[in-house]
């Protein structure tokens, strides 16, 4: 109150929850805090502003939280566990009576059974209030879920915090006292703190069981800081986030990896070892919560994808690359052909074969995890020579002139293709090789009728070679040209012209005999041999089946004129590459190598007889043709150490005869004319 007819009022300081009213000077509300307070009131006319301090003392109320603790917001807070105090301090009710009398019987607020669980709060009026300590957790916006029941419309709630209001309800109209629904509304920003929450009823007419409150807040990414995969294998992460998410997202994903934006389930298959700080992301209608998330990605060992097989030929540059999956930091490679090597860096195989074989390599790829590896089979191959020339290579070591051809280095494939005159009854193959001393010719005829009754050895049977060491091809023999005859029984040999310090012998094998032949070179007036040397080089086998002359002659490249004109021969070219015997290649092994015997070979009468002392019984054999196709399949009797097999319906060429020997599967060549 002032003199002097004032006009408006003020106050400052005022405690919390009172206010002044300006035009009547009256100050107002519930006090929340107890305490003392100075507080400066003033009345105002045209003149001037009056003013004084009014100390006004605010008592506690005596209120206590229902069973002793503040309700957690956010959370859920029944309507009849507002606080302990009684009536105007806890509660204000308009009558004294609980109507209900269900839960708190001497107090006045009207309390029943709830259809929809536990109590709700009836019979209310407007200006009635319930008191209620609370402890908000965190500052922001909530959502407010009032669970009403009413059969009227038009009726609503406030909700004060600290006498400020956060909330109205309008109440819907939910056809009945006991048939509840949920209003929903957006509070103002609560502070966080111990605070007192009224529920003011505007209307009469409604039941309440609950109001929840809900922070209205971004998502807080809750999911694992770190995880990890490996390449080339499936991965899967789970983005998982409080407040209820709406979508999800990840950036910085390791390569093959995705994040589907509904489920917030990053999966993939990653392509790249490494390590990733990936963000993740969800996202509801207050906003996105971010987290770093690492996502390790290791590799898997290499596995090698390059080609299982790699063919070369000897002197020739030879490359292949090992390949493989999951990034290799090196390469290696073991069981590597004569003349190649690995680059550990690149995984490049190279260089020029110098030994034919067939070649069992390991190749392998390593990187930080493992080493993957594979076999690859190498298959060197030899010189394929255009007609008429042989490529002579180098002996790997000594050669002793005995007639065993198994030493290393001879290869005995060589073909005596050209039938000069008659017949011939018998295989036979040849193979060539030299060193700085000397030329060295190997021979294995195979002949179940050998005869040596002629006073001419060119008449039995018998092996002639022709050189040209100049070669300058005339058509008479000069002084370095000659014809050297050695005989299957001779123990000397028949030259033409004489060799000094020609080494020569001949012995017997399975079904027929070898032929071994040292020729100096200084013999045939080439002092220093080289590599790219080239002789004039003929070999011709003689065969005599029933005694008297030869039946006929077979030779490799020249005529029957080869004893005198030297312009048909063929052609050696010396190699500096070191000879090796492909395992498998020898045609005519000797009788310690295998004991089998095949004759006649080449087959003229349609039967075929086998000699293979180790075979017994009744055993199947089977032939194929040059390209591994199975042609003919039948089971024999053998006999003494031997049988026959009728091979009248193949067709003339090369094939295949396959057996048991001694535990083992061996494979033949024979020809069919």
């Not at 490996?230 to 390569?255: D, M, Q, V």
């Not at 993957?372 to 790997?396: E, L, M, N, R």
């Not at 123990?491 to 071994?516: C, D, M, R, W």
């Amino acid at each position: 109150t002032a003199s002097n007819t004032p006009t408006s009022y003020g106050a400052t300081g005022l405690p919390a929850g009172l206010t002044v009213n300006t035009s009547t000077g009256v100050i107002s509300g519930t006090p929340t805090t107890a305490g003392t307070y100075t507080t400066t009131v003033s009345a105002t006319n045209a003149t001037g502003t009056g003013s004084q301090s009014v100390i006004i003392t605010i008592n506690n109320t005596g209120t206590t939280p229902y069973l002793g603790t503040a309700w957690a917001i956010p959370g859920k807070i029944e309507a009849e566990n507002y606080d302990n105090g009684g009536e105007g301090l806890a509660y204000h009710d308009n009558e004294t009576l609980n109507q209900g009398g269900q839960q708190r019987t001497t107090e006045g607020v009207d309390v029943e059974n709830s259809a929809d669980g536990t109590f709700n709060v009836g019979w209310t009026s407007a200006g009635e209030w319930l008191k209620y300590t609370v402890n908000v957790a965190s500052t922001g916006t909530y959502t407010l879920d009032a669970r009403i029941a009413s059969p009227n419309t038009g009726k609503s709630l406030h909700v004060e915090i600290d006498g400020i209001t956060v909330a109205t309800v309008a109440i819907p109209n939910t056809t009945g006292w006991q048939t509840y629904q949920t209003a929903s509304v957006t509070t103002s920003s609560i502070t966080a703190g111990i605070h007192i929450m009224r529920i003011y009823m505007d209307t009469d007419g409604f039941n309440i069981n609950y109001v929840n409150f809900t922070l209205n807040a971004p998502p807080s990414v809750t999911s694992a800081s770190t995880a990890s995969g490996t390449t080339g294998t499936a991965f899967s992460y789970s983005i998982t986030a409080s407040n209820t998410p709406t979508s999800y997202g990840a950036t910085g994903l390791p390569a093959g990896l995705t994040v589907n934006t509904s489920t917030g389930v990053i999966s993939g298959t990653p392509t790249t070892a490494g390590t990733y700080t990936t963000t993740v992301s969800a996202t509801n209608a207050n906003g996105t919560g971010n987290k770093p998330v690492v996502i390790t990605i290791s590799q898997l060992a290499p596995s090698v994808t390059s080609a299982s097989t790699a063919s070369g030929t000897i002197g020739t540059a030879f490359t292949y690359s090992i390949t493989a999956s999951n990034a290799p930091t090196s390469y290696g490679a073991t069981g590597l052909p004569a003349g190649l090597t690995v680059n550990t860096s690149t995984g490049i195989i190279s260089g020029t074969p110098t030994t034919a074989g067939t070649y069992t390599t390991t190749v392998s790829a390593t990187n930080a995890t493992g080493t993957g590896s594979k076999p690859v089979v190498i298959t060197v191959s030899s010189v394929t020579d255009p007609a008429g020339v042989i490529t002579c290579y180098k002996a790997p070591g000594s050669i002793t002139v005995d007639g065993n051809l198994s030493e290393s280095g001879w290869n005995i494939t060589r073909q005596f293709s050209k039938l000069i005159f008659g017949t011939v009854n018998n295989t036979a193959t040849f193979g060539v090789l030299w060193d700085n001393s000397n030329l060295y010719i190997g021979v294995k005829v195979l002949d179940a009728n050998l005869y040596a009754d002629s006073p001419d050895w060119w008449e039995d049977d018998a092996v002639e070679i022709y050189l040209d060491a100049n070669y300058n091809k005339l058509s008479t023999y000069d002084g370095f040209d000659n014809q050297i005859i050695k005989g299957f029984n001779k123990t000397g040999v028949s030259t033409k012209f004489n060799i000094t310090g020609l080494q020569h012998a001949v012995t017997p094998i399975a079904g027929g005999y070898a032929i071994e032949l040292a020729i100096p070179w200084s013999q045939l007036g080439i002092s220093s041999p080289v590599s790219g040397t080239n002789v004039g080089f003929d070999i011709s086998y003689d065969d005599d089946d029933n005694g008297g002359g030869r039946d006929g002659q077979a030779t490799w490249n020249g005529t029957i004129d080869n004893y005198q004109n030297t312009s048909a021969f063929g052609r050696l070219t010396l190699s500096s590459t070191t000879a090796s015997k492909p395992v498998g290649n020898d045609l005519l092994q000797s009788a310690e190598e295998k004991k089998v015997l095949l004759y006649p070979n080449p087959v003229t009468q349609g039967i075929l007889t086998v000699v293979a002392s180790a075979l017994t019984g009744n055993t199947q054999v089977e032939i194929l043709n040059i390209a591994g196709a199975l042609v003919q399949t039948e089971t024999v009797n053998v006999v003494n150490g031997q049988f026959q097999i009728y091979v009248a319906g193949l067709k003339p060429g090369m094939y295949l005869l396959r057996m048991p020997d001694g535990g083992k599967i061996i494979t033949e060549v024979f020809i069919v004319k």
